[in-house]
């Protein structure tokens, strides 16, 4: 072979390795990251219609919960409200057979609804507190149980006392209510 034949094949196949190159890093790849990138988001869109189908199939149980939860709410009157959360506080240590020992309220604000803090201190025995603490969570009032606390008042655990901190769900803000 020629030393002229030789450069033109040496020369060819060099543009021909740069034009591949060049196709991979200017095509290829971008080709094949816009294809992942594609699939990735097929796979969201399809999880995203997959959920919004269970949703629709659960409209009716899960609007039926929401009401529920709507008129078990604490009444947007502030003193309704905490009027409302001592009669049940009452009501369970009646129940129970707990004595009350302390009860304080306090109010907080968030941008669609308040909650009503309150911390109560009782006392009994291991019957009333596991009863009173059913009761409290038996009941359909939306309150949660924030803090728990349970201590042994005397050597042989036979007196408790309990320190809770809930809070009660009041849907809507004090301006919505003037």
């Not at 020629?2 to 060099?14: S, V």
């Not at 009669?87 to 669609?112: C, M, P, R, Y």
Request: overall charge neutral; some cysteine; proline content about 2%.
């Amino acid at each position: 072979m020629k030393i002229k034949d030789r450069k033109q094949l040496l020369t060819i196949g060099a543009v021909a390795a740069v034009a591949i190159l060049l196709a991979d890093r200017l095509i290829l790849t971008p080709l094949g990251h816009a294809w992942t990138g594609r699939n990735k988001r097929i796979e969201e869109l399809r999880k995203r219609v997959a959920d919004g189908k269970q949703l629709i199939s659960r409209e009716s149980a899960l609007r039926d919960h929401w009401d529920q939860m709507q008129t078990n709410t604490f009444p947007q009157n502030q003193s309704l409200a905490e009027q409302k959360l001592i009669k049940g506080f009452d009501q369970w240590a009646k129940d129970s057979g707990i004595s009350v020992t302390l009860q304080s309220q306090q109010w907080k604000d968030a941008e669609n609804y308040r909650t009503l803090q309150c911390r109560i201190e009782a006392a009994g025995d291991l019957k009333a507190v596991s009863r009173f603490l059913y009761e409290m969570e038996s009941s359909p009032t939306a309150l949660k149980l924030e803090n728990l606390e349970i201590t042994a008042s005397d050597p042989e655990g036979q007196k408790l006392t309990v320190s809770l901190q809930v809070s009660g769900l009041v849907l809507g803000t004090e301006e919505q209510v003037q």
